[in-house]
């Protein structure tokens, strides 16, 4: 207990066995996601309970996002005494030939370790944009992430138990804890279909950029499915079930990460059959450089650059509009450093005479799938906004 909480302060509690057992320190107690989280001072908290923050488009220019420009998404309670010494991950379910428990050593020690760069980004990144607005965290664009994840290949640990032919869908089981309260609720629990858990890319992770991964994130194990929605990617794992149905726990029916099968009008009320799971996300991109408001000297050429990306596809085109979209010029774009990671982008960008422009920004993926201008399909639950991203520039003579 004492060792968990000197874990989460990260120095040890000196006169900590002095504390009366149920005890909680002023630190847990503290609402400053900078020092609870070690987050960036600009990063926007949109609720605390549960804990939800998101970074602007400028404080994730890094190619590789630094932990304290990652967003926080979270459904309940962060699990707090966690020991990694006894914590196990087991995989059963009716699809399962056996039922297996690895410590967080078993799977360091018995299965090859793999780092891959990926992208997570919530299903509701760009909720706030929806109208008539959709109920849940108005995220804006920063629900999105791109870091390096390191740890066993879901697809080793299946191997390991063994997978009946009739499997469908993997679900997870996390340690967080449900908001009421109440030990028995499950917070949330989904998964992926066997086809992306049998990617490559597709972790059950330990490690996040080269460290233990950080405690909101998911502290000591989760899953990374990079390209879906991050509900996918479990955090806090203990338990992965192999079902013979499409997965069932909360927060996988309903409305839940799901959208309407075909286009709807605005405020449209969608019965549950016609929803159908979100799997890969869509084509985005975001600049972030310069912050939007810049300010530029006539006659200098601005650089602007960015990330695009594209769920299960690769981006193969990336544009720009400096005149509210008439018009587009293609700029630079890098290679994904493994597949579902993030691309770079840039740009010289001239800007004709003193005055005010916006940047647009404009991805299209590998099946010539381009970013809408505008806020796309209206959905009940506002997922899935991949309208282009914009910055305001001024020009300003010296
Ligand atoms: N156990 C658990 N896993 C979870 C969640 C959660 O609330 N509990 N939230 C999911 C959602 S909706 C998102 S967008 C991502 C956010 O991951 P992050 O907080 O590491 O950025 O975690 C997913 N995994
Ligand atoms: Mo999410």
């Not at 979100?278 to 960015?306: C, D, N």
Request: hydrophobic share 35%.
């Amino acid at each position: 207990m004492l060792a968990s909480l000197s874990t989460v302060i990260g120095t040890n509690i000196v006169f900590g066995e002095k504390m009366e057992k149920d005890y909680e320190p002023l630190f847990l107690q503290d609402n400053d996601p900078q020092s609870l989280f070690g987050k960036h001072a600009e990063m926007t908290t949109l609720n605390d309970r549960p804990w939800n923050i998101e970074a602007k488009a400028h404080l994730l220019d890094d190619a590789v996002t630094p932990e304290d420009r990652m967003f926080i998404r979270n459904n309940g309670v962060i699990p707090r005494n966690i020991d990694p010494e006894n914590w196990t991950l087991t995989i059963e379910g009716e699809s399962a030939q056996n039922q297996k428990s690895y410590t967080l050593n078993d799977l360091k020690t018995k299965f090859k370790a793999y780092t891959y760069q990926l992208t997570l980004e919530c299903g509701g990144n760009g909720r706030s944009e929806f109208n008539p607005p959709a109920k849940g965290n108005q995220w804006t664009i920063g629900a999105v992430s791109c870091a390096n994840w390191t740890g066993v290949r879901l697809k080793d640990l299946l191997a390991d138990v063994g997978v009946n032919g009739d499997a469908v869908y993997i679900g997870y089981y996390g340690k967080d804890t449900h908001l009421s309260g109440d030990p028995n609720k499950v917070v949330i629990s989904r998964g992926v279909p066997m086809d992306k858990a049998m990617q490559d890319e597709t972790l059950v992770a330990f490690a996040m950029n080269g460290k233990d991964i950080p405690l909101a994130h998911g502290y000591p194990l989760r899953l990374v499915a990079g390209g879906f929605p991050a509900s996918a990617s479990g955090k806090w794992i203990n338990r992965l079930v192999i079902r013979n149905i499409v997965h069932d726990g909360p927060k996988m029916t309903g409305t839940a990460y799901r959208v309407p099968a075909e286009p709807v009008a605005p405020g449209t009320e969608v019965p549950e059959e016609m929803m159908k799971i979100i799997e890969s996300m869509p084509v985005k991109s975001l600049i972030t450089y310069p912050k939007s408001g810049a300010i530029v000297k006539e006659g200098q050429s601005l650089e602007v650059r960015g990330h695009a990306w594209a769920g299960e596809q690769s981006v193969n085109e990336m544009d720009i509009s400096i005149d509210f979209g008439a018009t587009w010029q293609r700029v630079r774009l890098g290679r994904p450093k493994n597949r579902l990671a993030w691309q770079r982008w840039s740009a010289d960008v001239k800007l004709p005479q003193k005055g005010y422009y916006e940047v647009w920004a404009r991805a299209t993926d590998s099946n010539g799938k381009s970013q809408p201008m505008v806020v796309p399909g209206w959905n009940p639950k506002g997922y899935l906004n991949n309208a282009c991203h914009r910055i305001a520039v001024k020009v300003v003579t010296v």
